[in-house]
């Protein structure tokens, strides 16, 4: 569906991609595709779709200097917004303002979330993710992330991880 194809092209002409196409990423166990990147969006934001496995997430985390949005595109997902736990299903949308604690769980059937944030979160994504050689949902992890290795790279990218994925403490 793309046909216009130089990084330059993208952002001054536009661009199309289909369901399938983007940068694809194994992270955590999902399948993150950077639909627009924050090259392409001179350092505003990025959008990345993450298509995540029944009961996986993202580790609760806070960004002190981006909001993050999340537009859920299939099944069901729990997010929680410093102490708000919402349920979106398709088409329900969330929003964490910037230096607010949040996470997001998919729901039993796995699904797939739009969610937008600052170039710092796709810094981050691009270096500790593992590029995807296909479109395709990663092998599960049999085990949490390397912690030592990847919190020294959020705090690079202004990324504070709190804790594991799943519900924030409390929850």
Known sequence: ??????PTERT???YALGEEEGE????FGLLATIKISADETAGRYSLIEAAVPPGLGSPWHVH????????CREGEFTIYVGDARLT???GGFA??????PHTF???????KLLFGAGPKFEGFLREVAEPAAEHVLPPLPEGPPDMERVLPIAARWAYEILGPAGPPPGY
């Open 1 to 6: 569906m793309s046909t216009i194809t130089t």
């Open 12 to 14: 001054t002409l536009g």
């Open 24 to 27: 694809d990423f194994w992270l």
């Open 64 to 71: 002190p200097d981006e909001d993050e949005w999340f537009y």
């Open 88 to 90: 979106l299903t398709a």
């Open 95 to 100: 929003f964490g303002p910037k230096g607010v």
């Open 105 to 111: 769980i998919a729901g039993p059937e796995g699904g």
